[in-house]
């Protein structure tokens, strides 16, 4: 199945899946948004928001999500960063109390068949207020 015949993705709210980020472009499908298919094997679903403490802990695992990779055109992620995470990355970090920020609305809810809904708004970005 390809992007174009992947149904509507919907969040953990069981709405349309909001975009995570264009800047730095992120999901398996380089569109912003946390969709999934079965060749995503990473399983990119939870959009979250980069922490050095995460971003430290994701390279001690073997991922370094921090360091520029023009060859894939990967900038490279730094903190405030918002990206879509392996569903097991997160499981991971969050099991060692490192877990980043999840922007809920953006988080695909295939999600939900491995982390509660309760577990997720524990980590709720919530968005800073416009002045």
């Not at 509507?8 to 909001?18: D, H, Q, R, S, T």
């Not at 060859?71 to 990355?89: I, T, V």
Request: aromatic share 10%; proline share 8%.
């Amino acid at each position: 199945m390809t992007q174009a015949t992947l149904p509507i993705a919907k969040n953990v709210f069981g709405e349309p899946l909001v975009p995570c980020s264009f800047k730095p472009l992120t999901g398996y499908f380089r569109d912003g948004c946390c969709k999934t298919n079965e060749e995503d094997v990473g399983t990119h679903i939870i959009c979250t928001v980069m922490t050095a403490t995460f971003l430290e802990f994701s390279k001690g695992c073997g991922n370094d999500l921090s360091t520029p990779r023009p060859e894939w055109n990967f900038p490279g992620l730094k903190p405030g960063d918002q990206w879509c995470l392996c569903a097991n990355r997160w499981v991971e970090a969050w099991r060692a109390g490192v877990a980043p920020k999840v922007v809920l609305e953006s988080t695909n809810q295939t999600v939900l068949q491995i982390v509660s809904l309760a577990d997720l708004r524990a980590y709720a970005y919530a968005m800073p207020e416009e002045e």
